[in-house]
């Protein structure tokens, strides 16, 4: 999130620039300007989100993995990971 807040901070210089320019060339630039790199704020965020999200999926799976290798039984297996399933599902909540 380091570079999202990065680009907030460029937008936000833009905008106070846009505020006291009095070139209407410069002030139109910095709202080109400051509108860019809040685009490029959320696309950093989205990004990290999405890192998030596939990082999670990818330990969720290799948690069922080790999960049914260690087990000896498929009852014992299963109940395992219905329990692991219903104990991170409620975290979310």
């Excluded at 002030?27 to 704020?41: K, L, M, N, P, Y």
């Excluded at 692991?84 to 975290?91: A, C, R, T, V």
Aim: charged share 45%; hydrophobic share 40%.
């Amino acid at each position: 999130m380091k570079y999202a807040d990065h680009f907030r901070e460029l937008a936000r210089r833009c905008r106070r620039l846009s505020k006291t320019a009095v070139d209407p060339e410069l002030i139109e630039q910095s709202r080109v300007w400051a509108v860019d790199f809040a685009d490029e704020a959320d696309e950093a965020e989205r990004r990290a989100v999405e890192r998030e999200r596939f990082t999670d999926e990818g330990a969720d799976a290799a948690r069922k993995r080790r999960i049914l290798l260690e087990g000896r039984n498929v009852l014992r297996q299963r109940l395992a990971i219905k329990r692991y399933l219903f104990l991170k599902l409620g975290k979310r909540r």
